[in-house]
């Protein structure tokens, strides 16, 4: 069975939340539970690695901060493909995100992720998860 075909299987509705925010993160995690998901979540990029490394198989997708300590989104993002290159994600930010960002994003990559910017209602978040997983 391949990464792919695990994740396919019972997973389609766990997801990893990777913010340094822990008010938003429990918000989140909040939210995405009351509509179904099954959600890990983390405020420390290292620690949520670690974890990942670990039970990336079981994850739909996963949800990361662009801005924060000891580890930008774009590369936990880089870490967590070279763990498991079948996994979606979806980026959260308050900041303008720039082409210069985007460039840490290879084109091959553009229909694995998408990125959402906050302040979001959790009702469009579950959509565009929703649509990302689909």
Do not use: W
Not at 12 to 28: G, M, R, S, Y
Not at 70 to 81: A, I, W
Not at 82 to 99: E, L, P, S, W
Not at 106 to 128: H, N, Y
């Amino acid at each position: 069975m391949t990464m792919k075909d695990n994740n396919n299987n019972n997973n389609n509705n766990k997801i990893l939340l990777v913010d340094d925010e822990p008010d938003l993160t429990l918000a989140f995690k909040l939210g995405l539970e009351d509509n179904g998901f099954e959600v890990d979540t983390f405020n420390d990029p290292l620690t949520a690695l670690s974890a990942f490394k670990h039970k990336s198989s079981s994850y739909a997708l996963v949800l990361l901060d662009i801005k924060m300590p000891k580890m930008n989104g774009f590369e936990l993002y880089h870490e967590m493909r070279q763990i498991n290159d079948q996994i979606r994600f979806c980026f959260i930010t308050a900041y303008q995100v720039q082409k210069e960002d985007m460039n840490a994003i290879s084109l091959s990559d553009e229909k694995s992720f998408d990125i959402i910017r906050k302040p979001i209602a959790i009702k469009e978040t579950v959509q565009r998860i929703k649509n990302q997983l689909s």
